[in-house]
Structure formats: C-alpha cells, structure tokens
C-alpha cells in the first residue's frame, strides 16, 4: 500500500529561524513527489521533484529529494510569518488515475 | 486569471437532500479530480476524469457521483448526504494525467445534519 509520511506533525519556531520539514514515501512505481503549502483554504503548489530534477529552489524555499532512501526535505531559510502553513507532501499513487496520496501534514507556525 | 472554482463554498444539508457542488476550470486542463480533506486522515481522492467522458473512482468513491459533459466543468454529486460526509471539499485540475501538478479550488466546507 503506499503510503506519505511526513514529520514532524507541528512546528513552532521564532522569525528568522531555519526549518527542515520532512517527508518520507513507500509507493509502487514512483513518478513524483510534490509539495504544497495550505493556509486556510486551498493548497497551493510549491514544487514537484521528479527523478529528472530531484532539486528545486524558489527564493528561501527549497527542496531535494533522495530517491534512494525515499524521503524528500522542504527547507524554510529566515522564515517570515506569513511562513505559518500546513505544509503537504504528496506522491501519486499506483492507479492510472495520478490520484495523490498525501502525507497528514506539518503545521508550521512561525512566531514574531 | 487562470483558476479552479467551486460553488457554493459552504452549505449545511440535512440526510438525504441531494445536493451538487460545481466545480469549474478554465485552463483547458483534461485531468480533473475531486478531494476529501478530513482531521487526522489528509486529503483523499474521490473521483477523477481523465477527460470528457472519461470517469473514474478514486480512493473514497461511496455516497458521491461524478460527471465529466464538458471539459471545463466536473460537478460532485450527492445523492443522499449523510453525516459521515460532512468534511472539506476540493477541486484540482491538472494540464493532463501525468507529471504535471494539480491546481486546487478554494474548497467546499459541507455539514449533513
């Protein structure tokens, strides 16, 4: 069965810090892993890693992924409140439809 | 603006009145998809399609119908609430099947008393 683990479930931590959400996977066939960030509404894409680009940053986002032990990280650098977020990790699974298994969650809450 | 849309965006619903929730794109994306979003359980698909026509149960496919007429729109339909479908509802829509992301509505809260 596959299945999207993500730790820690809650975070709090001062402005400024540095955080490292993790996420780690167990599926059949994989294709990607995708991050996305949910404040109170809907969530919004933040990347997707593939095996063909396992690195991807957008200013103090970034993001890796290690196929080989299967697991990704989201790293935060100097983060702002507005950084305050349930942060998803999601893979597609083994149907054909690329529904996305999603992992329960980190609930980042970054304090002034 | 390119967007995922959903009406109405709270509704509260006694057992058995049958509802519609719409959902509704306009990127010409084929792939469509319904979620679920529950405390402690996350996100879970109900339905997909990947294009006109073209319908498929996801994960969690009992109590809800789909339909796909056109490509913009993929409406979520309930045929009988009951209250173990009171949850968040959200719309994704993705270019096509495959290794693009999905793009999500701004979710459907529903309550079934």
């Known amino acids: 069965e596959d299945k999207v683990v993500q730790s820690p479930l809650s975070l709090v931590v001062h402005e400024g810090d540095t955080v490292t959400l993790n996420c780690s996977y167990e599926?059949?066939?994989?294709?990607?892993l995708l991050w996305y960030k949910q404040e109170k509404k809907a969530p919004t894409f933040l990347f997707m890693l593939t095996s063909s680009g396992i690195e991807k940053k957008s200013g103090r986002l970034s993001s890796i992924l290690d196929k080989k032990e299967l697991f990704s990280i989201l790293n935060i650098t100097a983060t702002q409140t507005g950084d305050s977020a349930i942060y998803l990790c999601a893979v597609p699974g083994r149907n054909s439809g690329y529904a996305l298994n999603f992992g329960k969650g980190t609930s980042l809450l970054v304090t002034p | 603006e390119a967007q995922v849309t959903q009406n109405p965006r709270y509704l509260i619903t006694v057992t058995g009145k049958k509802l519609t929730v719409t959902c509704s794109q306009n990127m010409n994306h084929e792939y469509m998809s319904w979620y679920r979003q529950d405390p402690g359980l996350g996100l879970r698909q109900i339905y997909y399609s990947m294009n006109v026509e073209v319908t498929d149960k996801g994960d969690v496919p009992e109590g809800y119908k789909v339909s796909r007429k056109e490509k913009r729109n993929f409406p979520l339909i309930l045929e009988s609430p009951s209250p173990n479908q009171t949850s968040l509802y959200f719309c994704?829509?993705?270019?096509?099947?495959?290794?693009?992301?999905?793009?999500f509505g701004p979710g459907t809260r529903l309550t079934v008393t």
């Open positions: 599926v059949t066939n994989f294709r990607s």
């Open positions: 994704a829509s993705s270019l096509r099947q495959g290794l693009y992301e999905q793009y």
